[in-house]
């Protein structure tokens, strides 16, 4: 499950990717529009930023932007960086399989074939396609009556 940092970081990445024209955006701007507590997005701020995701400039007309172009960031990067993990259970993690049952546990491939079509899932989405609003490509398979996007 994504928590509140996850969705609350994506939520940062898709202002400022739709307020790229203004610059640098200030942290209070961003808290305004989307109704989000200021102190809780400082620390999420420093992680994307930490993180090398946003580019940041202090004073009178900074704040932040984003390091890239919309298109190069896929979201599982973005969740990734804020949440460690994405697994769906706590025995598959990114560096392996930790658990001493591995080898005759009979639902590890269930879990780590799940594992892998969020992975793909979440990295053929780009903070592009979800400013855009392409359903479609959002939706894939689920999409029925999606049109254009």
Known sequence: MVSTK???ALTVMVDLARNAGDGYVSLADIAEREELSMKYLESI???LNKGGML???????GGYRLARDPKDYNINEILLLTEGTLAPVNCIMQ???HCEKAATCSTLPLWAGLDSVIE????AITLEDVINGNRKKMLGDYC???EGN
Request: glycine share 14%; charged share 20%; hydrophobic share 30%.
């Open 45 to 47: 701020i420093a992680i």
């Open 95 to 97: 560096d392996g399989v």
């Open 144 to 146: 029925e009556n999606c």
């Open 120 to 123: 793909n899932y979440l990295s």
């Open 6 to 8: 996850g969705r609350y």
């Open 55 to 61: 580019m940041s400039l202090r004073g009178k007309n």
